[in-house]
């Protein structure tokens, strides 16, 4: 309003101008600036989101650590508009004893540590302890299972085979329905990581210095890398293994490097690469007991075993010598696959030669990507032969299907590795198949007057079973698996400055600069060589989990 002389702004307040003189009043402009400056102010839409995820996640106000995770959506206010950012959140699971404890180092990376995956789309990692906490009630999982309450969480794990299997395990025991709700991928740190190289995530363990030093450019990458991986399906396998209940004993390796018996007479693991018995896994678990803290010498000491244990004098485990039948059901009255009884009146299936290995294949790479046995099986082990088809079988992980074979000589293992890649005929004296199906049972020998024994392996876990009864194999589920970009095959070149990592001299920067370039063009180039060999292993999909 104006008033009626001087075309002045009349004063909103009549009270304040009725008590004080005209020429101390203040300006209009000064009194509307004043009413701003004292009325509250709104927090901008940012900082709201992360006040509305801190009180979701059940933590106090100063701990913002697992904030991101719940909300999955946030806003960036700006002169023009407010944008929606999609928070995609990431857990890695660490075992930090893994690959010589190299695993305790990311533990260093701070928290939270959010990459940013497009303009929409932000990923958000959180790293956790696997050993801080009791099974069942361990940190990291309680708050995968929180994040799961809205949709599928990608989860990484941090070691070797045996420790996906551990996290698979331990995730359902918090609930958590591995079917549907995560996305699993890997950080290999294992010994053979076979599990990570069929998946395509590598069988070395990476750099640490990329990755919890610097820029952290190394972990970034691999974090766009986990985000924008396609997840497929995965087949995950119980296995039973039973002794008699009176004479009966499973032993396995101790944290004290010993064979100790364990006070069961039933025990059931979980699968998700292969299972072997016989003289393989006997030398595997002589080298359980000098297991050292590097890949390379772990490496070296199973070589040794398997020179030592193949020796023709000495004393060797074959399959005739455990093993009554294979059985293609849940039980010893299932149909028969083959057998290894000598009775003549028997019409039944028989194993041919006498091998030394049994091993039941759920992905085409074994041994550390050393042996690829299904491939370069040339000839059929049972007669007579029952699947005409079986030399053109092909090894499908989410096909409900388990791939049985044998092979005669462990000193046999180099020449097979060689000549499969090469494509040479060598490996046809060696590896034969046996049977494509599942469910599986293993009826083992019973002798009532002298003890059986049988080494087996699981996922690179080793038992000793003496007078066992049986082994059974039976689909538990079907997970998701991210696939990365890596070759199936064993890693080209030398693991000497992995080993050697912590003395280098090379600066955080400028080593962080090559490795990525030598990283992407290891990649791109193998690329088409994994697409021939398995062609699911090099599907992608950008940016999927901001899609």
């Known amino acids: 309003k104006r008033s009626s002389c001087g075309g002045q702004p009349a004063d909103p307040t009549p009270a304040v101008m009725s008590t004080a003189p005209a020429a101390s009043l203040p300006s209009p402009l000064l009194i509307r600036n004043m009413a701003r400056a004292e009325a509250p102010q709104s927090p901008p839409p940012s900082a709201m989101a992360g006040a509305n995820a801190r009180a979701l996640a059940g933590r106090p106000g100063g701990n913002e650590a697992t904030a991101p995770l719940m909300a999955r959506t946030s806003t960036s206010s700006s002169s023009r508009a407010v944008r929606q950012v999609k928070t995609v959140p990431v857990f890695l699971l660490v075992n930090p004893k893994s690959g010589g404890h190299r695993g305790s180092k990311l533990m260093r990376v701070p928290q939270p540590f959010d990459v940013e995956v497009s303009a929409s789309c932000t990923a958000s990692l959180r790293i956790y302890d696997m050993l801080e906490g009791p099974s069942g009630e361990k940190p990291g999982f309680v708050q995968l299972k929180e994040a799961t309450r809205l949709g599928p969480v990608r989860m990484v794990v941090a070691g070797g085979d045996g420790t996906v299997l551990w996290a698979l395990e331990e995730a359902e025991k918090h609930g958590v329905d591995t079917r549907h709700q995560v996305m699993l991928a890997v950080l290999p ?7 990570s190289r069929f998946a395509g995530w590598g069988g070395k363990a ?17 974090v766009l890398e986990w985000v924008r991986a396609k997840a497929n399906a995965h087949d995950i396998w119980r296995v039973a293994m039973e002794v008699d209940a009176h004479r009966g004993v499973i032993l396995k390796t101790s944290h004290e490097r010993k064979k100790v018996p364990i006070n069961e007479k039933r025990i059931e693991k979980l699968m998700h690469s292969y299972f072997s018995a016989g003289n393989d896994a006997r030398a595997g ?12 010498g772990n490496f070296l000491n199973y070589g040794y075993q398997i020179c030592l244990k193949g020796l023709p004098f000495r004393e060797k485990e ?4 455990f093993l009554y039948a294979l059985r293609h059901g849940q039980s010893d009255e299932s149909p028969v696959i083959f057998s290894t009884d000598d009775d003549e009146d028997v019409h039944e299936p028989r194993l041919v030669d006498n091998p030394q290995v049994l091993i039941i294949l759920n992905i085409p790479n074994c041994y550390g990507g050393l042996c690829r046995f299904w491939e370069g099986a040339g000839s059929v082990g049972v007669h007579p032969v029952a699947d005409a088809n079986i030399l053109h079988a092909e090894l499908d992980p989410a096909d409900g299907k388990l791939e049985v074979l044998t092979y005669g000589s462990l000193l046999m293992e180099p020449m097979l590795n060689v000549t499969t890649q090469a494509g040479l005929p060598a490996h046809r004296f060696n590896a034969k198949r046996i049977f494509s199906g599942a469910p599986l049972f293993l ?19 080793f038992f000793k079973l003496k007078n066992p009864s049986s082994v059974s194999f039976d689909l538990h589920r079907q997970i998701k698996v991210l696939y990365g970009g890596k070759p199936t095959d064993a890693d080209a070149g030398s693991d000497n400055a992995e080993e050697a990592e912590s003395s280098s001299s090379e600066s955080d920067e400028e080593g962080i600069g090559v490795q990525q370039k030598k990283r992407r063009r290891r990649i791109t ?6 697409a021939a060999r398995y062609p699911a292993v090099v599907k992608r999909a950008p940016d999927t989990a901001c899609a």
Do not use: C, I
């Open 189 to 195: 740190l294992g010994t053979g990581n076979d599990f």
């Open 443 to 461: 009826q083992l020998v019973e002798d009532d007057e002298e003890d059986v024994v049988v080494h087996v392996q699981v996922d690179g876990e």
């Open 206 to 222: 990476p750099k640490m210095r990329n990755l919890t030093k610097g820029t952290l450019s190394g972990l970034r990458e691999l």
């Open 285 to 296: 678990m002589g080298q359980e007991k000098v297991r050292t803290s590097t890949r390379w």
């Open 525 to 530: 180039s193998s690329a088409p060589a994994a």
């Open 318 to 321: 074959y399959v005739k010598d």
